[in-house]
């Protein structure tokens, strides 16, 4: 990993252990979270962050490829750091409201260990997370060479379509949560 990380990648690495670490605080009984709002207001915080982080999941990588395609140097690097601050300012924070007002929503039906879809979506959560960190890390590497030496076509191609793929993958995860979330039973 280099040595001078971006502020969007080590508050994204905080902010993903902070959310798994609350999360496997409350599935072994560490923590529990009773709702300070009503259940309402919870799921429609819940949702909210969904569309924030899935929609911004989907929409970023649509508009910076875009800009990839383009060949316009500045556009790309404009995208690079729009894409940045989104994750900044979208992802990351919808991420954090989905996560904490779901551990809200589940303490109605006795938290997560007493919902099979959860512990599911808890694998998965983990799973996403893990194909993240090399998403993040050549996320990283991706701004650096498009800040640094955006003329270098040969390597910006290669890290565009690895950081595309990984990318993808980690959606898969968080299809099969959504799924989970939409069709369970309680």
Not at 91 to 97: K, L, Q, V
Not at 128 to 152: A, C, G, H, S
Not at 154 to 176: L, N, Q
Request: hydrophobic share 50%.
């Amino acid at each position: 990993m280099p040595q001078n990380l971006k502020p969007v990648t080590i508050i994204s690495l905080v902010n993903g252990f902070a959310l798994l670490g609350l999360t496997g605080a409350e599935y072994i009984g560490i923590l529990s979270f009773e709702m300070p709002l009503s259940y309402a207001w919870h799921k429609l915080l819940h949702v909210s962050g969904v569309i924030m982080c899935v929609g911004n999941m989907i929409a970023g990588p649509v508009w910076f490829s875009y800009a990839y395609y383009s060949k316009d140097v500045k556009l790309l690097k404009f995208a690079g750091k729009l894409l940045q601050l989104t994750d900044l300012w979208i992802t990351i924070p919808g991420m954090t409201i989905t996560v904490i007002n779901g551990l809200y929503l589940s303490s109605v039906y006795g938290g997560t260990k007493n919902q099979s879809w959860l512990y599911y979506s808890i694998l998965l959560l983990i799973l996403m997370w893990i194909i993240t960190l090399p998403l993040i890390y050549l996320q990283e590497k991706m701004y650096r060479l498009i800040d640094e030496n955006p003329v270098d076509q040969k390597k910006i191609d290669k890290h565009i379509i690895v950081w595309s793929i990984t990318g993808v993958a980690v959606m898969i995860p968080v299809c099969i949560i959504f799924y989970l979330m939409v069709f369970k039973t309680v």
